[in-house]
């Protein structure tokens, strides 16, 4: 039986994976057009989301040998993380100026990203601000090495 604990574990991992994926990718994003971005978050959220559930089983069946439970636990990363791209797109989907629906996205990821650091995952303000200046780093660099490489490979997208 799967517990409340194993399935928050599992929820929150999928999030984290999701929300970290999708900030990033974003982030090298930024400038495409709406189609470019809509078209490559639903492709590489669904390349993402399937791996990690994959491997989220193989974790847990290594612990349990349990094959049922493992793909009830592995389950909730796949429903979490597609239905966290889902909520996340919708802002690039439904506005029409990516200059407005980018930040109106990214503040859905602080928001979802801080909620699941500190009351699923569980840690208190300090470690979630420590954590969360981890994932702006995260994004800000990707950010940067997606705009050098497109001025240095001279890329359109």
């Known amino acids: 039986m799967v517990t409340t604990n194993e399935m928050i574990k599992s929820i929150s991992f999928g999030l984290n994976e999701q929300l970290l994926m999708i900030s990033a990718m974003l982030a090298g994003l930024i400038g495409s057009s709406k189609t470019t971005i809509i078209y490559t978050l639903i ?8 791996p990690d559930t994959i491997s989220y089983y193989q974790n847990v069946y290594q612990d349990t040998k349990d094959e049922y439970e493992s793909v009830k636990i592995s389950s909730y990363v796949l429903m979490t993380e597609l239905l966290t791209s889902v909520i996340v797109l919708l802002p690039i989907i439904l506005i029409d100026k990516p200059k407005v629906a980018i930040p109106v996205t990214y503040c859905i990821i ?17 470690e979630t601000t420590k954590q969360f200046v981890i994932y702006i780093f995260i994004v800000g660099l990707i950010y940067f090495i997606s705009k050098e490489s497109k001025s240095y490979f001279k890329i359109n997208i």
């Open 110 to 126: 602080c928001v979802m990203s801080i909620l699941n650091l500190h009351y699923l995952i569980g840690y208190d303000i300090k």
């Open 43 to 50: 492709l590489i959220s669904l390349s993402n989301s399937l």
